[in-house]
């Protein structure tokens, strides 16, 4: 893990990837709440609840009752002073699972498998300078198809993430060919650089080739109301809308 200076002044970078996926029981989960936290850092790319950039840790195999590997995230708050580079004891750690945000909770789901903290007003605009989050749910259930996959987008906030989702991503909801498929896995692995955001679909059914997979790209960047989406297979194939 590498830590940098952070001079609250400034602008934060675009985005950084900071999933670390844990696989572990439930009892090590148990945290107190986080405490109100003060304003989001807006040079601190990764400040999700204010007060200095934060670290997230994925437990897609959590269990909830009645519900295994349903999934959960832990937030260690406040990891880093302002101008140091020596990282911290976290002020606060919070735990949070799909049901936080009002979503079901799914078993199976694995809820964090995959995370990405991108600035703030990146994909959503909301002026508080706090960081946002791209979380998959590899698992979670599309419609009738179990395992196909999704990835939300929290939005970061003062004091915690918000209690709703910013955003939820799957291959229905983006109106990709051939639509949602069981076990596919979108959202197994997620990463942004700028606008645009790779999404990785490992277990995808191409043509008759069984778990052949596909990267899901979805480009913020072009001129225009609506993303540009497109699939990347093996051997360079691309289908997309």
Known sequence: MTFHPFSR???????????????????LLSAPAALAAPACWDDAPTDLDGGGPDVV??????????????????????VGAANSSTPRAPTARRVYT???????????????SAL??????????DDDDCADLFVGAPGT????????????????????????????????????????????????????SGGVIAI????????????AGRVVRVDHQVVGPDPVISAITQGGGAEGR
């Open 141 to 192: 259930t599309v419609g009738s198809l179990t395992g196909a996959g999704r990835v939300y987008l929290l939005g970061g906030g003062e004091g915690g993430l918000r209690s709703t989702v910013g955003d939820a991503l799957d291959a229905v909801s983006l109106s990709m060919p051939g639509g949602a498929q069981t076990d596919a896995a979108f959202g197994a692995a997620v990463s942004v």
């Open 9 to 27: 002044r400034g602008r934060r970078s675009a985005g950084l990837a900071l999933t670390v996926t844990v696989v572990v029981g439930a009892s």
């Open 57 to 78: 840790v994925g437990f897609p195999s959590y269990d909830m009752p009645g519900a295994l590997d349903a999934g959960a995230i832990v937030v260690f708050s406040n």
């Open 200 to 211: 990785g679909e490992p277990r995808r059914d191409v043509g008759s080739a069984v778990d």
């Open 116 to 125: 990405f903290a991108v600035s703030d007003d990146a994909f959503r605009e």
């Open 98 to 112: 799909a049901d936080s945000f009002g979503l079901p909770v799914q078993g199976g789901a694995r809820f964090g």
